[in-house]
C-alpha cells in the first residue's frame, strides 16, 4: 500500500522520534531476522505476535498497563520456534507489539471511528476483524479489554502502518522469494500461541482448509507433532490468518502453514513468563520441525517453473 500520500510534516515526526527513543528504534527495526549462515531447507518461520517492545507513547495512549496490555501477544513464541534457526531454517520476528499494530492482518483492516480524522487510506472496515476490535490496529486486546482512552490521529495510524507493517511484510515476502528462488518452492510457517482452554489441544494446525498448503505438508506436520507427544487440531479454532492467505499459494509451489501453540505447555500465563517447561517443549517442537523441513520437496511442487511473480 502507498501510504506516501498521508506522511505528516517532518517536524511532526523529528518530535514524535525525540520524545519516544524506543518508537525512534522500532523504526529503525521493525523486525528481527535471525539467519543461518546458510538456509538449508525451503522454510520460513515467521513470528508476527512476539514483539514486546512497547513505545511509551503508546503507553500514554492506553488505559491498560503492564501485563494487562501484554495479554494479546503471543509471548516468546520467537524463542520457542528459535531452535530451528541452526537447523538452517531463517526466522522473522516482529519486535513490536501486536496491540499496537497486528502484522497477521491487512493494512486495510482499520476501523475509522478510532480516529480523529479520515485516515486517507483505503479502509475495509466490514471485515469481520475489524468489526470484533482486532483490525491492524486493534482496539481491543484479546480479551476484549479497550486499548485506548481517546481517539488516535490519522497520522498515528499511517504511521504504524508505513513504518512497521509494511517493512515486516516486505521482509517476510523477499524471504519467501529468495527461497523459491534457492529451492524452486517455498513455505512459510507461521508461529502463533492460543489462550489455554479446558481440553484444549496442544497444537492447531491451520492451512484455511486446504487452500494455503499441499495436503501433504499438512499430514507431514500433524504426524511430526503427534511423534513429539503433541495434541494436534486441524483448522479448528485457528484456520490461519492473513499470512496464510497472502503467502499460501500451493499451486505456485509457495505453501503457508500456521502453528498455534497452547500457550499452557510453555508459559505462566498470569506473569507472562516461560514456566519451568518452556525448554523441553522447545527442544520437542524442534524435534517434529525437523522432520517436517526434510519433506520431500517434489511433494510441495505441482507445478514447476511458476514463480511467486506470476502473484
Keep these: 500500500m502507498d501510504f506516501s500520500k498521508s506522511v505528516s510534516r517532518a517536524d511532526d515526526l523529528d518530535t514524535m522520534m525525540m520524545a519516544d527513543p524506543l518508537l525512534a528504534d522500532l523504526w529503525a527495526r521493525p523486525y528481527s531476522l535471525l539467519a543461518p549462515p546458510l538456509q ?10 512476539s514483539g514486546r517492545l512497547y513505545p511509551s507513547t503508546f503507553l500514554a495512549q492506553s488505559r ?9 501477544e503471543d509471548a516468546y513464541v520467537d524463542e520457542l520456534f528459535g531452535g530451528m534457526v541452526d537447523r538452517g531454517v531463517p526466522l522473522l520476528a516482529a519486535r513490536f507489539p501486536r496491540a499496537y499494530v497486528d502484522a497477521n492482518r ?3 483492516e482499520l476501523d475509522p471511528d478510532m480516529f480523529d480524522s479520515p485516515l486517507g487510506l483505503p479502509v475495509n472496515a466490514a471485515s469481520p476483524r475489524v468489526s470484533a476490535g482486532l483490525g491492524a490496529v486493534p482496539r ?3 480479551d476484549g479489554a479497550e486499548i485506548y482512552q481517546t481517539r488516535l490521529s490519522a497520522n498515528d495510524a499511517v504511521q504504524r502502518l508505513s513504518r512497521l507493517h509494511s517493512p515486516y511484510h516486505a521482509a517476510l515476502a523477499k524471504l519467501v522469494q529468495e527461497t523459491f528462488d534457492r529451492f524452486g518452492t517455498a513455505v512459510v510457517i507461521d ?6 482452554v479446558n481440553a484444549a489441544p496442544d497444537i492447531v494446525l491451520g492451512d484455511r ?30 484456520a490461519g490468518g492473513y499470512t496464510t492467505s497472502i503467502y499460501g499459494r500451493p499451486a505456485k509451489a509457495i505453501h503457508a502453514l500456521q502453528i498455534e501453540v497452547n500457550r499452557a505447555l510453555y508459559l505462566d500465563e498470569e506473569r507472562i513468563t516461560p514456566n519451568p517447561r518452556f525448554d523441553r ?31
Excluded at 191 to 196: G, L
Excluded at 281 to 309: F, K, N, Q, W, Y
Aim: hydrophobic letters at 45%; aromatic letters at 4%.
Design 40 to 49: 538449508l531447507h525451503p522454510f520460513v518461520l515467521a513470528s508476527p505476535h
Design 64 to 72: 491498560l498497563a503492564g501485563i494487562s496490555l501484554r495479554r494479546s
Design 106 to 108: 491487512s493494512s486495510d
Design 140 to 142: 481491543l486486546i484479546r
Design 191 to 196: 508461529c502463533h500461541s492460543m489462550p489455554s
Design 209 to 238: 482448509y486446504g487452500t494455503a498448503a499441499a495436503h501433504p505438508l499438512l499430514r507431514c506436520a500433524e504426524q511430526a507433532l503427534l511423534a513429539a507427544g503433541f495434541k494436534v487440531a486441524r483448522n479448528v479454532p485457528y
Design 281 to 311: 517443549v522447545a527442544s520437542r517442537l524442534t524435534s517434529a520441525l525437523e522432520r517436517v523441513v526434510t519433506i520431500d520437496a517434489a511433494l510441495l511442487r505441482p507445478h514447476h517453473g511458476m514463480g511467486i511473480a506470476a502473484e
